[in-house]
């Protein structure tokens, strides 16, 4: 195994300055509370900037397919700051999820998804683990596909479905047009991430693969995405100490800076230590999703790991924020929601602790 | 200067030193004049100013050609804390003296700091040193102290001005263990060994040529030394299922007969840590090797001890009723731990001390919170008083 690289590039550093730009600029704390109960919860306006104008919704698809030709290990630097602003655009459903179902299977509806153009989304609950079995809720047959999956990250937005379905010759992977489907939009737990039920009646399909590619296709997007999650919840780790940090400074109680007391100093020095650690295995999984080296092992410790610290962040950050914490005008319940739901998203640690007992010999 | 240049010479080196046909010390000697020694010390010091990064490249090419090492166990005292407070305080002499028998390992030197009443409050120590012509005499009570039973030097911190706030009346001295008033008697511990000493001084003289700074600045010379104590600590790559984790891996895959779910849940989250920390201390090397070392020492530090603790808990209920047995009570001296030497009872005592030693956990949380996150530091009571005023 050759020694992983765990450091930022100083062109991920350039990345990631720009995306935070933007996502300061456009979607802050009151503007991200004010939209969320709105028609319009997700803000394609900023999508668009973020996905085609800075061009990050191709930067894992090579150039000749219409991307930038990066990596994974770029996508999760941009995860990073998603988290840390918990922004609502379609990036994981579209750019991470779809887009490696795609790339997997080579398809030449590739470069629509890594322009930014069309939004994509992956038609399997978000809760589906790495590992699964091929999903049989929705049959294919004479070019069209019929089923119901619930809970599709990122599908009210999408224009495009890829559809795992099986067919008379097995399971396959189907582009339908989302106008083809009928998507009811779900009440999510996760207020900045949207999920939506699909219902697909006789609805006409597109082969994108069959057979044993369509298993693979479908197994590489959902490992790639719980990989790559690892880093949104670092960056939603990141900005619970950060915020708690500097709300403890500032917030005087028996006259004293709240953080100057010793129990509170701890349980922050702790966060800080969880923080380092989410950091250097979710560095780990983008970097070998990037080069293909220990992938299984590297993903499944990542969502073990890092999942429950993000939550722990979460419910640290509410619970040291004192009354405001608990209010709906503080932005934290948002990133409380959001790590929960990505506890559960592509496999709990649970799920992943079992793949992992299996990949590294430890039986029952 | 480059890798390969280092490589080059120390082909040359070895050229005209086989360490088959030479005696260690005589080789170690060599080498040290060579400037190969510690390759970022300065020219005569046993280095030549080359980037400490390189420093990998000269044990591995040494080690390859079987070349004595200066036996690893006087490393973290002598090697990792006396030897970079010597070079950044010592005067020339000093230097000269000194770090050549220090690293070639003819002179093994212990640590003189902690005393029962000042551990992690280590400012507030009570050895007395008192100017009596060109010497000092020093009176008081060491603790802790790894190898004074085979140590010739000490680096030892004293009160020298009752008087003043306690951080300002510190001075800084090496101490020879072999002088008249030096008594060091073993420190039994919970493992039955003992790792350690308690160091009594009595009227003990010390040269003044053999003080370290100034008078006074103690505090600031011993900072050095703690300094480096906790880049010592724990700077070595590890790889995957290294350490603890590994023996009770295998141990698990080995006897399947000791297997409930319960404890088969707790190896799987412990493994996950292992990795994951394993991963952190990677990623702090390479933060190293690019010249941005980041602040995450201390955390590993809380965060290894914690797993070690955890991991040497489930080790032994792993084993059941053999975790019920001890191997042996009576009482040695090591000259180092032998953590996995030993068996399961050991470790799970020994472990305790990861938390202890080299800075508390609760100390460590306290510098993680206030010199990395900058959180407000805890009100000092003692701060601009007399040492003399102190309640101790």
């Known amino acids: 195994m050759s020694t992983p690289d765990l450091l930022y590039s100083d062109v991920e550093e350039d990345l990631r300055s720009s995306v935070r730009a933007l996502l300061t600029d456009r979607a802050g704390p009151a503007a991200l509370l004010a939209r969320v109960e709105t028609d319009t919860p997700y803000d394609l306006s900023l999508w668009k900037t973020l996905a085609a104008d800075l061009g990050t919704a191709g930067l894992m698809v090579p150039e000749s397919l219409g991307g930038h030709g990066a990596s994974p290990r770029e996508v999760a630097v941009v995860l990073e700051e998603l988290g840390r602003s918990v922004a609502p655009v379609p990036y994981l459903g579209s750019a991470v999820l779809a887009t490696a179902a795609l790339l997997a299977a080579g398809s030449d509806l590739l470069p629509q998804l890594a322009s930014g153009s069309v939004i994509g989304a992956l038609a399997v609950p978000l809760s589906t683990a790495p590992g699964s079995a091929f999903p049989s809720a929705v049959s294919f047959l004479d070019g069209t596909v019929t089923g119901r999956v619930s809970t599709v990250v990122d599908a009210s937005v999408a224009d495009l479905l890829i559809v795992p379905a ?18 009811t939009e779900a009440v999510s737990l996760d207020l900045t991430r949207r999920v939506a039920d699909v219902a697909l009646d006789s609805a006409a399909a597109q082969v994108i693969c069959t057979g044993a590619a369509a298993a693979e296709a479908l197994a590489h997007a959902l490992t790639a995405a719980a990989g790559l999650l690892a880093s949104e919840q670092t960056g ?30 701890h349980r922050l020095a702790n966060l800080y230590t969880e923080l380092v650690n989410a950091r250097a295995t979710a560095r780990y999984a983008a970097d070998a999703l990037t080069t293909g080296n220990d992938v299984p092992i590297a993903v499944s410790v990542a969502q073990a790991r890092v999942s429950p610290i993000a939550v722990h962040a979460a419910e640290e950050a509410i619970q040291l924020h004192g009354g405001i914490g608990m209010t709906w005008e503080h932005p934290a319940h948002l990133y409380l929601k959001r790590a929960k739901s990505d506890q559960i998203a592509f496999g709990t640690p649970g799920r992943h602790r079992a793949l992992l007992a299996d990949l590294v010999d430890l039986p029952a | 200067m480059t890798a390969e240049e280092l490589r080059a010479q120390v082909a040359a080196f070895l050229a005209e030193h086989d360490p088959a046909s030479m005696s260690a010390l005589d080789f170690l000697r060599a080498r040290f004049d060579a400037g190969l020694a510690w390759v970022h010390f300065p020219e005569g010091l046993g280095g030549q100013g080359a980037p400490r990064a390189l420093q990998a490249e000269v044990e591995a090419a040494f080690a390859a050609a079987g070349a004595p090492d200066n036996n690893p166990r006087r490393i973290l005292i002598g090697l990792g804390m006396a030897a970079p407070t010597i070079l950044a305080f010592g005067t020339e002499e000093q230097k000269k003296r000194y770090l050549r028998p220090l690293w070639t390992g003819e002179e093994v030197w212990c640590q003189l700091f902690s005393e029962p009443g000042a551990g992690s409050d280590l400012a507030a120590l009570a050895t007395r040193a008192v100017r009596d012509g060109d010497d000092w005499v020093v009176t008081g009570q060491k603790v802790w102290t790894s190898s004074a039973h085979l140590a010739q030097w000490a680096i030892l911190v004293t009160r020298t001005d009752p008087d003043v706030p306690k951080h300002q009346g510190m001075t800084y001295f090496l101490c020879d263990m072999t002088a008249p008033g030096v008594e060091v008697r073993p420190l039994r511990q919970i493992t039955g060994e003992a790792e350690f000493n308690e160091v009594f001084l009595t009227e003990v003289r010390i040269p003044d040529s053999q003080r370290i700074g100034a008078v006074g600045e103690g505090w600031k010379v011993a900072q050095t030394t703690l300094m480096n104590e906790r880049v010592a600590i724990g700077g070595t790559a590890m790889p995957r299922e290294g350490g603890m984790i590994g023996l009770v891996a295998k141990t698990w895959r080995d006897r399947p007969e000791l297997r409930t779910p319960d404890l088969r849940d707790r190896l799987v989250q412990h493994w996950v840590e292992a990795e994951s920390l394993r991963l952190a201390g990677e990623r702090q090397r390479q933060q190293l090797a690019v010249g941005a070392p980041g602040p995450e020492g201390s955390a590993m530090k809380v965060a290894f001890a914690e797993l070690n603790q955890q991991l040497s808990g489930l080790e032994l209920e792993l084993l059941g009723e053999e975790g019920l047995r001890y191997e042996d009570w009576t009482m040695r001296r090591p000259e180092q731990v032998d953590f996995f030497g030993r068996d399961a009872g050991y470790r799970y005592l020994r472990a305790k001390g990861n938390s202890i030693e080299g800075g508390t956990s609760e100390v460590l949380r306290n510098i993680i919170s206030e010199r990395v996150l900058g959180l407000p530091s805890e009100p000092r009571v003692d701060k601009d008083v007399a040492w003399k005023d102190l309640p101790r």
């Open chain 1, 236 to 265: 939603i780790t990141e900005w619970a100490l950060t915020e708690t940090v500097t709300y403890l400074k500032g917030r005087y109680q028996f006259g004293r800076p709240v953080g100057g007391f010793q129990s509170l100093k």
């Open chain 1, 166 to 183: 099986v067919g008379p010759d097995g399971p396959g992977l189907y582009a339908v047009d989302a106008s083809a489907a009928t998507v």
